[in-house]
């Protein structure tokens, strides 16, 4: 999965500070051509900020930016050849949905009639035709984004990176323009960074997703690499919904066990209580009292309940931290 | 239609207060304009047609103030807005030390007019004043800044500069601080140099504001009074004396209220004509299009 050396982007030790706090600290990581990387984390983890250095529009404290081996870090933002997805969408209200796209061709001094002819061919691509008079003001939310993305992808950039650019629409219209958006963005030769805070959208749309935390990179990997191994306690609970849980169960370690890997039965390790239910269709959520506190189970929807059920799981499925580090201890 | 009844309803006593301070005086001076009201009518006002308007359109010291009173408003107003947007631009950027800086930008403005004035006149005076010091200790000898018939309205410009660049810089600040910035920095990626920056972004997400110094600055230059009362009195030989000064000499040195009346409202007729000019010439250059509100 890693790419080859000096081929696609290449993130060296890269990190910011800002008046003695760290906001980035001293980040690794590569994407290959076409791959998507999706940067992970809750607000103030360092995402944006790798964003925006990357870009060039904050200057990085250390480490160097590359892009197929060349060192981009001293360069301004112009220079790089990034195209940026903002999660305001950063369309210019005073002009239209072609003005938009035009303004950054213009700037460039593109002869008009190139310029239109990639307008155009822009527009099409992301069926903005009809709508290419009309201002901002005038446009929905999931219009405004396409001419965001319309706008990035004019200009045929060397990166392609996204800053949440889907937390302004709702959740219906998230999911159906995941694999359009996926479409037209990855898969090309520009390597993606997608930042997000949703892990749903994350899955969704990144090849490999780096979670990050305080300005650290906990781990990096395919979706399901940092789920069924994950590196340390954070990515473990950050990862999964319903959350993992974490049990107390012997001093001097902590045992992580997913929803799903709970059992209820007749013939588990210890008594357990049904609390509540919440039932999701496809799935059920038990809320269980058990000797170490609260848990989540999750089961089949119509699976049934012993009458004095006990809780139980398999040898294979424990994931053990150190409870003070939360690093990952081997089972 | 109910809604409307009493949506006017609701406005009444504004408009009724605007009217009573607004509307009164005007359609007073209105009616004084008809008339002959002086100490030689023992200002008893005697109807005298339209003699009062005759005698304005002969009047060559009001055409002469006339044309110094819009000399000295787009004068002042063009270095105001010029300025103002640089200091603005300037106080925008991230400065150490920006907000006492911006405090102390205001001062100017906040100082009262006759006061700047008296300032002014003694940094302008001829030849004790510390301009005038400066000058010779360059080795130049003394100017009559304030005594110089040709030049004394440039400077009176430049006094009232001073005075209301701070107001304007601080209503463009305010404009400049409502454009997110990512705006700027999704042009910035495009490879945008400052100046394309300025011209294609801010000045025309600025409109508005600019617009709105306009005309504020607009307005209050063309009826402009105390700043040149104190600072020259109109003088030298008329060179700087304004329409309001003229009416108001008209009123209170010479006692023809009939008169003065004709000239305030020519004055007002002037302003009204000038601040539909500016509203309409920024109106075309993208006003309209910035503050459209979607269909």
Sequence with gaps: MSPGFGNGLELRQLGREVGGRCLLDRLDLQVAPGECVALLGPSGCGKSTTLRLVAGLDPASGGQVL?????????SPGERQVAMVFQSYALYPHLSVEGNLELGLKVRGMAPRERQRRIDATLELLQLGELRQRRPAQLSGGQRQRVALARALLRQPRI?????????????????????????????????????????????????????????????????????NPANRFVASFLGRPAINLLAIEPGRQLGLRPEHLRLGDDGAVAARLLRREWWGHQQLLWVDSPWGTLRVLTAPEAPMPPEPRLGWQRRHELWFDPDSGARLAA | MK????????????????????????????????????????????????????????????????????????????????????????LHRPLRGRGPLRALTLLPWALPTTVMALGWRWIFNDPHGPLNAALRSLGGSSYGFLSTPATTWFFVVLADVWKTLPFVALLLLAGLQTIPADLEEALRLEGATRLQILRRLTLPLLVPYLTLALLFRLAQALGVFDLIQVLTGGGPAGSTESLALYAYLNAMRFLDFGYASTVMLATFLLLLVSLGGGWLLLRRHGLARSTERAA
């Design chain 2, 3 to 90: 809604n409307r009844t009493l949506s006017l309803l609701l406005m009444l006593p504004a408009l009724l207060l605007l009217a009573a301070v607004f509307l009164y005086p005007l359609l007073r001076y209105g009616w004084l304009s008809l008339h002959a009201s002086s100490v030689l009518t023992g200002l008893v006002p005697i109807p005298n047609g339209g003699a009062n308007w005759g005698r304005l359109l002969d009047d060559a010291r009001f055409w002469t103030d006339a044309g110094q009173t819009l000399r000295f408003a787009f004068c002042s107003v063009a270095l105001e807005l010029l300025g103002g947007l640089g200091l603005a631009l300037l």
């Design chain 1, 67 to 75: 892009l197929d081996g060349v060192d981009l870090t001293g360069r």
């Design chain 1, 160 to 228: 392609v990176l996204l800053d949440e650019p889907m937390s302004n629409l709702d959740a219906q219209l998230r999911e159906d323009l995941r694999p359009e958006l996926r479409r037209l963005l990855c898969g090309r030769e520009q390597p993606v960074i997608y930042v997000t805070h949703d892990q749903q959208e994350a899955v969704g749309m990144a090849d490999r997703i780096a979670l990050l935390e305080a300005g650290r990179l906990q781990q990096v990997g395919s979706p399901r690499e940092l789920y069924t």
